[in-house]
């Protein structure tokens, strides 16, 4: 090899190190190895595949709901769990009714939605109100809420029998199972399996149609008035948009599409979590946006699905794997808080530099 | 000046007016507490001295975590959420401690000692990240303080009887890898709480009149430490480095110009804080007498934030005062709040998340007013 093409070699080696970035390059390297791992092991890989397939259309618009609050500057939106909240009501009204299959789906997404907006407006006034400190507020805002709604779940009027704890009668119970109401409606849909991989066609599809409707929306007239107040709001002003109308915007759909994704979640999952649980819904949303190579100022739709793939195929085959090489030692939960919280701290420490 | 006092003096009623407003408005949150906890102990029917004695004990136990929170404050940090790093360090001198059986106040100094280092370490990495993140520090700190946790359960859950070398069948899990879940501190367990019991044990039970006092019991010698702590803190605003921190916390740009140097400035305020933040740990262990591994630490920043700011604290302001105020009725609000739900609703639940819910509504709507008032007071 020549000293110049050698050169070319190292240049391009460079670039493609700069494009990723450390944070994403270790990742995928770590994505690697435990893929290794699993084919040395014998493990089989058509169920690891077949889980992290399933797993990336759970969290897909959980995921895609980070884009619209970056995208117009407001931040990493730790306040997810409002949405997910408002997504959560849905859900436990739609199942109170006795509602099944699609129908049920549907219904818990008909009322989920305008809640969300409801929330997310007002969240929306908070944060216009605390600009600077979005992310701190936020996060607390989502804290308070869930906590908040806690004493709802134990208080409110649901009366259907699956639903509330068996003993003492009052309060819906923590999960609820959701095998006779809507459960895996969209992961089942026109589903088929191919090489012994389960493809939840119905999934894959409503989320895609998600991830399609936002890049269209970024394209449309709106969405690049977003992004104008995101990259320069002093430019967006002088240039006559209505920089506060835009950040309500992206906060609401933020919420909108947080409370979408969770119902999203809770049909693939089978069961919807209450009380505590969403306190940290947030997180991994937020992480996975981040290493699909977004920061607090740019982030595409590329980003959220690169993000969605990456984080959650890693969160799925860990464990299986390490549980296999380390006979029981339990590392995948310890690396998920590391490499979540890690990549977070990435991005809030390097956001000035541009 | 003189005219402003020759004014009062005039009109005293307004003098008096003016002087009630002024309380009224800095310690307009502490006295909304103080009247939220006065109707749930109504509400709840509470026997006073029961109470009394567990808000006494919570005090003692808490009092030095949040009053570790003031000096980055001072330095324009805002809330320290990383005292959770500063609390595991603790725990780390203290499971040292444990380990080589030293017992009683000496394994508590002990403990405190090899503390430092630890605290230092990490307290100067985490003030290098906050240097990064400036504008950004609370939920950098919050976010560093879940990072750690990650760490710290790496290292004491796997790395330890693998990487590093330990035997104890006391400490170490069944599988010889990794601490157990919980650690029994018998020989450290009110080791300072009773470490001057000689000049008096602490213990109240007696009645004035009719009306029975006690039985309480006052963690003496922790309540001394936390004294001097406070006459402490106090010494350092008066001093050169404390003077720097205040201006580094008024305006980092002018401070730069004046020839501080803010970012040494604002890492020693972060050191001190993750230190006292240790011992403030060590503290607490010490009084609850069992340590759970992983999960001791998890709450302390959030409570700790959550105490000063009921005490009227804000992201830019904090004082000892508020500090004391705020642990004295947070606490309570922490043992009336299940009780009066047990009472109000019948369900003991309700007041378990509804205390919860106060220590996160707490820091959401302080932070919130605060960035508000922030802008306000900018944009004038």
Redesign the interface.
């Known amino acids: 090899m020549s000293d110049e093409s050698k050169a070319t070699v190292r240049q391009y080696a460079r670039n493609a190190y700069e494009q990723l970035g450390l944070p994403r390059l270790i990742i995928i390297a770590f994505l690697l190895s435990l893929f290794t791992l699993a084919v040395i092991m014998r493990m089989d890989l058509s169920i690891l595949i077949k889980d992290s397939i399933t797993r990336i259309g759970m969290n897909g618009i959980l995921v895609l709901a980070m884009l619209p609050t970056l995208a117009c500057g407001v931040g990493l939106n730790f306040g997810l769990p409002v949405g997910v909240i408002a997504g959560l009501v849905g859900a436990v009204t739609s199942m109170n009714w006795g509602l099944k299959g699609f129908a049920g789906f549907f219904a818990a997404m008909a009322i989920a939605i305008p809640l969300a907006v409801i929330a997310g407006y007002l969240y929306a006034m908070l944060l216009e109100r605390v600009q600077g400190q979005e992310m701190m507020v936020g996060t607390y805002v989502g804290f308070s809420v869930v906590s908040g709604m806690c004493m709802f779940w134990l208080l409110a009027p649901y009366r259907n029998p699956a639903m509330i704890f068996a003993l003492g009668g009052k309060g819906l119970r923590t999960t609820i199972t959701l095998d006779r109401t809507f459960g895996k409606v969209l992961n089942d849909f026109l589903g088929f399996s191919i090489f012994d991989v389960y493809i939840p066609t119905g999934l894959l599809v409503f989320m895609g149609v998600f991830y399609v409707l936002i890049a269209l929306f970024f394209k449309s007239k709106a969405g690049l008035a977003m992004r104008t107040v995101g990259s320069n709001p002093m430019y967006a002003r002088s240039s006559g948009i209505n920089v506060q109308r835009m950040r309500t915007l992206g906060v609401t759909l933020s919420t909108v599409l947080a409370a979408i994704g969770i119902l999203v979640y809770s049909q693939s999952y089978g069961f919807v979590q209450l009380y505590t649980a969403p306190l940290t819904a947030a997180f991994p949303a937020v992480a996975s946006v981040l290493i699909g190579g977004a920061s607090l100022r740019k982030a595409t739709i590329g980003h959220a699905l690169i993000g969605t793939i990456l984080f959650h195929t890693l969160l799925t085959i860990a464990l299986p794997v390490t549980q296999t090489v380390l006979q029981g030692a339990d590392i995948s939960e310890i690396a998920r808080m590391i490499m979540s919280n890690g990549m977070i701290i990435y991005a809030l420490t390097r956001a000035e530099r541009r | 000046m003189s005219e402003q006092s020759t004014a009062q003096v005039e009109t005293p009623a307004r003098g008096l007016g003016a002087g009630i407003s002024s309380i009224l408005r800095n310690w307009s949150v502490p006295i909304f507490f103080l009247a939220i906890s006065i109707a749930g102990i109504a509400a709840a029917r509470l026997d006073i001295n029961y109470l009394i004695n567990e808000v006494v004990g919570r005090f003692g136990r808490n009092a030095f975590l949040v009053i570790s929170l003031i000096i980055p404050v001072m330095a324009g940090l805002g809330l320290n959420f990383g005292i959770v790093i500063g609390a595991m360090a603790g725990q780390t001198a203290l499971v040292i401690v444990t380990h080589y059986r030293v017992e009683g106040l000496a394994g508590f100094m002990l403990a405190t000692v090899i503390s430092v280092p630890i605290a230092m370490l990490l307290g100067w990495l985490v003030g290098k990240?906050l240097n990064?993140?400036?504008?950004?520090e609370?939920?950098?700190s919050?976010?560093?303080g879940?990072?750690a946790?990650?760490?710290y359960?790496?290292v004491f859950?796997?790395l330890l009887g693998t990487l590093i070398p330990m035997k104890d069948p006391v400490l170490i899990l069944r599988?010889g890898?990794?601490l157990r879940n919980t650690i029994d501190l018998i020989g450290l367990s009110y080791s300072l709480d009773r470490a001057m019991d000689w000049l008096w044990n602490g213990f109240v039970f007696t009645s004035i009149g009719a009306t029975r006092l006690g039985p309480w019991r006052f963690p003496l010698c922790t309540l001394f430490i936390i004294a001097i702590l406070c006459a402490l803190t106090t010494f350092i605003t008066r001093t050169k480095l404390g003077q720097e921190m205040r201006a580094v916390g008024q305006d980092m740009h002018i401070a730069q110009v004046a020839g501080i140097n803010v970012d040494r400035t604002r890492i020693i305020a972060i050191m001190m804080s993750t230190v006292l933040a240790a011992w403030g740990q060590l503290i607490f262990l010490q009084n609850i007498g069992t340590f759970n591994t992983y999960s001791s630490h998890e709450q302390v920043g959030m409570f700790s934030v959550a105490a000063i700011l009921v005490g009227g604290a804000t992201t830019r302001r904090a004082t000892i005062w508020n500090a004391i105020v705020g642990t004295l009725l947070f606490h309570t609000l922490f043992v009336v709040s299940p009780l009066a739900g047990q009472r109000l609703?019948g369900?003991s639940?309700?007041g378990e998340?509804?205390r919860?819910?106060l220590a996160?509504?707490v820091?959401?709507v302080a932070?919130?007013l605060?960035?508000?008032q922030?802008?306000a007071s900018k944009s004038k």
């Open positions: 990240t990064q993140a400036k504008g950004r609370m939920v950098t919050m976010i560093m879940f990072f946790n990650g760490i359960q790496l859950l796997v599988s890898i990794g609703f369900v639940q309700v998340y509804f919860s819910f996160y509504g820091i959401a932070l919130a605060h960035a508000w922030g802008r």
